[in-house]
């Protein structure tokens, strides 16, 4: 009976042995499992936030483009240049809608200077709008504003930039 009882115990801790390396390797796997995809989200964050600093780059550069437009224009104010200048500001003011989403704010982890460097960056672009309606319609009216409208646009040139630097350098600390 005691050889029986040994035989039993043998065959019950191997058994036992078994279940807890089994166990054991799929508690691993699944450490592991969470440590990847922590990693992974860690990855994904990054790329966010490098899109949000691309979009604040992009809307400076709009901006330099936009003042070349002005210059160009207050040069020759053909029908042309002021085309060319309303469609500049056109593609700055689709930067602007990027920058105004709430994505823009959430990929820069809700940081209050950079989602208030937007939003003043914002207010400026679409603010504008209507000068530039009202000049890219009527060449006297465009050389009545081309001194506003140049300085209205550097302002925001100078937003654009600060709102990349400040982008940069959040982008920079969370690596």
């Known amino acids: 009976m005691i050889?029986?009882?040994?035989d039993v115990r043998r065959r019950h801790a191997a058994g036992i042995l078994i279940l807890t390396a089994t166990s054991v390797g799929i508690f691993s796997s699944i450490i592991i499992m969470f440590l990847s995809l922590a990693e992974r989200q860690k990855e994904i964050d990054a790329g966010i936030r490098e899109n949000a600093v691309w979009?604040?780059?992009q809307a400076d550069r709009e901006t330099g483009r936009l003042i070349e437009a002005i210059?160009?224009?207050a040069q020759s104010p053909t029908p042309e240049a002021l085309d060319a200048l309303l469609l500049r500001y056109d593609i700055l003011y689709s930067r602007a809608l990027l920058l105004s989403e709430g994505k823009?704010?959430?990929?820069?982890?809700?940081?209050t200077e950079i989602v208030g460097a937007a939003a003043e960056v914002y207010t400026s672009i679409v603010g504008l709008a209507p000068v530039i309606d009202t000049v890219t319609r009527d060449q006297?009216?465009?050389l009545?504003?081309?001194t506003r409208l140049l300085?209205?646009?550097e302002t925001i040139r100078e937003q654009t930039q600060r709102l990349a630097q400040v982008g940069n350098a959040?982008?920079?600390?969370a690596r």
């Open 3 to 6: 050889g029986v009882w040994r």
């Open 170 to 173: 959040l982008t920079n600390e």
């Open 71 to 73: 210059y160009a224009a």
């Open 151 to 153: 300085n209205r646009a």
């Open 104 to 111: 823009f704010s959430v990929a820069m982890g809700g940081n």
């Open 144 to 146: 009545r504003a081309q």
């Open 140 to 142: 006297d009216a465009f």
């Open 55 to 57: 979009a604040a780059y």
